[in-house]
């Protein structure tokens, strides 16, 4: 019977991506650039203690094509505290240069699907909390897209079996599986947040990771049959100390 599945649900998610005004940054004098660096490198330090503390996680990537110049993904407990970072990044100097590209709202999210981790205790167990609240890999690239399942009278996501729902991403996972140690994802739910159902978060060291994991899964049927996808943004890792020298001119 087509029935919605339980869902465990971590941190809340935002992928705020900005375009770089590199004009204004070059109209502005050297002095006024280093003030307005340390002062964002400030505000990162208070993201560093949250992360410490494990109340939340950053990161920070330089956006290799056009559709941004970097991506800021930020978890938290709550979209309070989401809100409240994107309007202190909007509060820097460094800020006005920051122009909004392309945001995206999010919950962390798992789902009782997967028969091999399913449990009453599902949600006490020390893999599923990791999982729910995780600390960003700080690997060098990171790539980001939303997706949708298919609601087509002859390819409908949301009116086939649980039963069956569980066996397609069964089989998703193991192809999944195979990426162990080569890309990590952290997948979170939009229905009713944002435009698309999902949004995918994958981290690799090699972005040819990526490549090889999405082609690999588009032979899936979960993927074939029902997947639908929207822009895909990849980025390379950009740590604290690297801030600087990106914005040097
Ligand atoms: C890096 C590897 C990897 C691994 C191991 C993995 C495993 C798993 C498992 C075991 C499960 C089901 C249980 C749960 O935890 O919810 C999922 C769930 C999901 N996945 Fe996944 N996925 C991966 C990777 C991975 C990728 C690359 C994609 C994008 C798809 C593609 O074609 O580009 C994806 C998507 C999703 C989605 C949208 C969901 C939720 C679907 C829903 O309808 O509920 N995922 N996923």
Redesign the pocket.
């Known amino acids: 019977m087509a029935e919605a599945?339980v869902t465990v649900d971590g941190w809340s998610a935002l992928h705020d991506t900005r375009h770089f005004d590199w004009t204004s940054w070059k109209s502005i004098s050297e002095d006024e650039r280093n003030k307005a660096i340390k002062e964002f490198e400030e505000l990162i330090k208070q993201w560093e203690t949250v992360e410490e503390n494990k109340e939340g996680s950053h990161s920070i990537f330089k956006v290799v094509g056009n559709k941004a110049d970097l991506m800021f993904i930020f978890l938290r407990e709550t979209m309070d505290e989401l809100e409240e970072i994107k309007t202190a990044i909007n509060k820097t100097v460094l800020g006005d240069f920051l122009i909004p590209a392309y945001s995206y709202v999010s919950i962390i999210?798992?789902?009782m699907?997967?028969p091999m981790k399913a449990g009453d205790d599902r949600e006490l167990s020390p893999y599923v909390k990791e999982r729910l609240k995780p600390t960003m890999p700080k690997w060098e690239h990171a790539c980001f897209y939303p997706?949708a399942?298919r609601r087509e009278p002859e390819a409908n996501?949301f009116t086939i079996d649980k039963e069956e729902?569980t066996r397609l991403?069964?089989e998703?996972?193991m192809t999944?599986?195979k990426?162990a140690g080569k890309?990590?994802?952290i997948?979170t739910g939009s229905i009713g947040l944002d435009e698309w159902e999902?949004g995918?978060t994958?981290f690799a060291h090699d972005p040819l990771q990526f490549k090889k994991?999405?082609y690999e899964?588009?032979f899936?049927e979960v993927?074939t049959k029902y997947?639908e996808?929207g822009d895909f943004i990849m980025g390379n890792y950009l740590a604290t100390d690297k801030l600087a020298d990106y914005l040097a001119l």
Do not use: P, Q
């Open positions: 599945v999210e798992m789902t699907h997967d997706m399942r996501w729902r991403l069964y998703h996972g999944g599986r990426y890309v990590k994802e997948i999902w995918v994958l994991i999405v899964m588009r899936d993927t997947a996808f």
